[in-house]
């Protein structure tokens, strides 16, 4: 099981887009946070469990978060108030 550590991306302020793997199983505190030009999340794994606080913290208002279909449901309470605002979406793959 892979794991993107607590302020793995932290702060990274001309990050745009990201891609996690097939193996992802857990996505730390802060890890995106303060990446104000993060557009797009595309989730490759169906093993994600666990998403730490403030994950999503400033991300772009109008980011994108693309995961697998069979678990969007899931994955929606998962990414639900972990820093994102309102207006990101959540979409299946």
Same mark, same amino acid.
């Given at each position: 099981?892979?794991?993107?550590?607590?302020?793995?991306?932290?702060?990274?302020?001309? %990050?745009?887009? @990201?891609?996690?793997?097939?193996? @992802?199983?857990?996505?730390?505190?802060?890890?995106?946070?303060?990446?104000?030009? %993060?557009?797009? +999340?595309?989730?490759?794994?169906?093993? %994600?469990?666990?998403?730490?606080?403030?994950?999503?913290?400033?991300?772009?208002?109008?980011?994108? +978060?693309?995961?697998?279909?069979?678990? %969007?449901?899931?994955?929606?309470?998962?990414?639900?108030?972990?820093?994102?605002?309102?207006? @990101?979406?959540?979409?299946?793959?």
């Amino acid at each position: 099981m892979k794991t993107i550590g607590d302020k793995a991306f932290y702060g990274c302020k001309k %990050l745009s887009a @990201v891609t996690l793997g097939k193996n @992802v199983a857990t996505i730390g505190a802060q890890a995106f946070g303060g990446d104000a030009a %993060l557009k797009k +999340i595309t989730v490759k794994s169906v093993k %994600l469990k666990k998403t730490g606080t403030k994950a999503l913290s400033g991300i772009h208002k109008k980011a994108v +978060i693309r995961v697998p279909a069979q678990k %969007l449901s899931a994955y929606k309470k998962l990414f639900k108030g972990k820093g994102q605002k309102k207006t @990101v979406v959540i979409k299946k793959n």
